[in-house]
């Protein structure tokens, strides 16, 4: 597990984090979300050890991390690293031998990646020559060739189309169903509800929001409730404790608490067949919109 504890950088007059503190769970994918200037980089960078901190640790497993953790942590800038003019599996390949791979185990983690990220038939092009699309699975591979132990990806998403956003899914996936925690950062909420296990919100160089998926849509989903039904629930805006009432679809959105809520149903069902009740979730946009607020 990787653990940031009460992270403080400070750059000039500027404070970029803050008391900044949480986890990335071993075989878990963590998003990291939050407006540019955020301070989602910086505390990357002080992960990998690029930056010091001007106050507080990181941790792996409970111990300080160290320059053989991090030599094994796979890590793609948001800006692109590679060499434009070299191959891309020979570029690839090369970065696994830094890592300490011997030749052939870096040629053939490269040729299983290329052919898993869908541009095998790239790998002997320049990496100029590509997409912008197909240099970021490029990126991709080379943070994954040494088979690292964790994962801190910036943007790993960007100038991907959505066949290429699925192909990457599936690679993180994988890494984290191998036991590496994943922490990636993506303006793109959507791609981040649906692969996150656990979710980190920042904004202005502090926590705003961390926790799993599901407890932050929980915690933040306050007392908003979904019901349907086949007949006319037009009476529902006019109950008693009942406020926010949305038409939606069949059913209605609205806001009580949990006994009013339940006199809602109770009603319902007196009046005819009810298709389904159960609590309102936020999407991860509505939390973020809430939090950063």
């Given at each position: 597990?990787?653990?940031?504890?009460?992270?403080?950088?400070?750059?000039?007059?500027?404070?970029?984090?803050?008391?900044?503190?949480?986890?990335?769970?071993?075989?878990?994918?963590?998003?990291?979300?939050?407006?540019?200037?955020?301070?989602?980089?910086?505390?990357?960078?002080?992960?990998?050890?690029?930056?010091?901190?001007?106050?507080?640790?990181?941790?792996?497993?409970?111990?300080?991390?160290?320059?053989?953790?991090?030599?094994?942590?796979?890590?793609?800038?948001?800006?692109?690293?590679?060499?434009?003019?070299?191959?891309?599996?020979?570029?690839?390949?090369?970065?696994?031998?830094?890592?300490?791979m011997?030749?052939?185990?870096?040629?053939?983690?490269?040729?299983?990646?290329?052919?898993?990220?869908?541009?095998?038939?790239r790998?002997?092009?320049?990496?100029?020559?590509?997409?912008?699309?197909?240099?970021?699975?490029?990126?991709?591979?080379?943070?994954?060739?040494?088979?690292?132990?964790?994962?801190?990806?910036?943007?790993?998403?960007?100038g991907?189309?959505?066949?290429?956003?699925?192909?990457?899914?599936?690679?993180?996936?994988?890494?984290?169903?191998?036991?590496a925690?994943?922490?990636?950062s993506?303006?793109?909420?959507?791609?981040?509800?649906?692969?996150?296990?656990?979710?980190?919100?920042?904004?202005?160089?502090?926590?705003?929001?961390?926790?799993?998926?599901?407890?932050?849509?929980?915690?933040?989903?306050?007392?908003?409730?979904?019901?349907?039904?086949?007949?006319?629930?037009?009476?529902?805006?006019?109950?008693?404790?009942?406020?926010?009432?949305?038409?939606?679809g069949?059913?209605?959105?609205?806001h009580?608490?949990?006994?009013?809520?339940?006199?809602?149903?109770?009603?319902?069902?007196?009046?005819?067949?009810?298709?389904?009740?159960?609590?309102?979730?936020?999407?991860?946009?509505?939390?973020?919109?809430?939090?950063?607020?």
């Amino acid at each position: 597990m990787l653990q940031v504890d009460h992270v403080s950088r400070r750059f000039g007059e500027r404070q970029a984090l803050d008391d900044v503190s949480f986890g990335v769970g071993s075989g878990r994918i963590t998003g990291f979300v939050g407006a540019n200037g955020a301070g989602k980089t910086t505390a990357m960078r002080i992960i990998l050890g690029v930056l010091t901190p001007d106050s507080g640790s990181v941790t792996v497993d409970g111990r300080p991390i160290d320059a053989d953790d991090r030599h094994s942590i796979g890590y793609m800038p948001e800006e692109r690293g590679l060499y434009p003019k070299m191959k891309v599996a020979e570029q690839v390949a090369y970065l696994g031998m830094l890592h300490g791979m011997s030749k052939k185990a870096a040629e053939d983690s490269t040729a299983r990646l290329l052919d898993r990220l869908a541009i095998a038939e790239r790998s002997n092009d320049a990496v100029e020559t590509l997409s912008l699309g197909n240099q970021q699975r490029a990126q991709i591979a080379a943070a994954l060739v040494h088979e690292p132990t964790a994962l801190v990806l910036d943007e790993p998403f960007s100038g991907l189309d959505p066949i290429g956003v699925e192909t990457v899914l599936s690679v993180l996936r994988d890494a984290a169903a191998g036991g590496a925690p994943v922490l990636f950062s993506s303006h793109q909420l959507d791609v981040v509800e649906r692969l996150c296990d656990d979710l980190v919100i920042i904004a202005d160089g502090q926590v705003r929001a961390a926790g799993s998926r599901d407890d932050l849509r929980a915690e933040h989903g306050g007392d908003s409730w979904r019901l349907s039904a086949p007949g006319d629930l037009s009476w529902v805006a006019s109950a008693a404790g009942v406020t926010g009432v949305e038409a939606e679809g069949d059913g209605v959105l609205f806001h009580a608490d949990y006994p009013t809520a339940q006199e809602v149903v109770r009603r319902a069902v007196e009046a005819g067949p009810v298709t389904s009740f159960g609590p309102q979730h936020p999407s991860l946009a509505q939390i973020f919109a809430e939090v950063v607020k």
